[in-house]
């Protein structure tokens, strides 16, 4: 098993544009989360999926948007892209997304927005 | 509101020596503390969990709810333990997310 993969592992892109982020789970795994990393700062919360529902969101906009698919990959979606919003994106998936079950993180995407 | 912080961004210390990296929580309820580890170049990784009461690596951390600290420490610190250190909280409140610190680097130098 290659572990949680996210894809890309780079991207640039221009202010107001969209970006979709995906990442795979281990397999067995039924729930994924995402952080958003900014240099120097520990990961932050933003999304948990499990069963494909929303378990929770982080204080994040609603331009930041997610969904868990029926193999329990998901995507991260941010719209309308602002310069701060570049950061360092980090899956995590779990079995049961709680904490008896631990969370394995993946390499991250790194989001350059110009 | 729940919050880890970790006061120190950096710490080094000589090989051999004890290793204390400190973490403070504010959560209301009963927390479920971690560290999590990042090598260089490697993914973020658990390191330990304060309910399994486990040392890994030599490391170990006590849940001290009095002080609402959860400190990690190494009697003798490894150069291969020079790493990212983050202390998380388990927010019950939103999902199980995971609250964590700024981390603290660690350097172990022989």
């Known amino acids: 098993d290659a572990g949680v993969t996210q894809s890309p592992t780079h991207l640039i892109k221009t202010r107001g544009q969209h970006v979709t982020l995906r990442c795979s789970p281990i397999?067995?795994?039924?729930?994924v989360s995402w952080y958003q990393q900014v240099l120097g700062q520990g990961p932050q919360f933003i999304f948990q999926?499990?069963?494909?529902?929303?378990?929770g969101r982080g204080n994040f906009p609603d331009r930041f948007s997610a969904r868990q698919f029926p193999n329990y990959s998901s995507e991260l979606n941010v719209n309308a892209l602002l310069l701060g919003d570049s950061a360092l994106y980090l899956c995590?998936?779990?079995?049961?997304?709680?904490?008896?079950?631990?969370?394995?993180f993946g390499q991250g995407t790194r989001l350059t927005v110009v | 509101a729940q919050r880890v912080t970790q006061p120190e961004k950096l710490l080094s210390v000589f090989k051999g020596a004890p290793v204390e990296l400190k973490c403070n929580y504010s959560?209301?309820?009963?927390?479920?503390l971690f560290w999590y580890v990042q090598y260089s170049r490697q993914r973020l990784q658990l390191l330990l969990r304060?309910?399994s009461r486990e040392s890994i690596k030599g490391f170990t951390a006590d849940l001290n709810k009095g002080e609402t600290s959860f400190h990690l420490k190494k009697p003798f610190a490894q150069e291969e333990d020079s790493a990212m250190y983050y202390c998380?909280?388990?927010?019950?409140?939103?999902?199980?997310?995971?609250?964590f610190g700024k981390g603290t680097s660690l350097l172990v130098t022989p």
């Open positions: 995590a998936s779990s079995y049961l997304g709680t904490g008896g079950s631990e969370a394995f």
């Open positions: 397999s067995g795994h039924k729930s």
């Open positions: 999926y499990y069963e494909k529902e929303e378990r």
């Open positions: 959560y209301s309820g009963s927390p479920e």
């Open positions: 304060h309910i």
């Open positions: 998380a909280l388990e927010d019950r409140n939103s999902g199980y997310a995971l609250n």
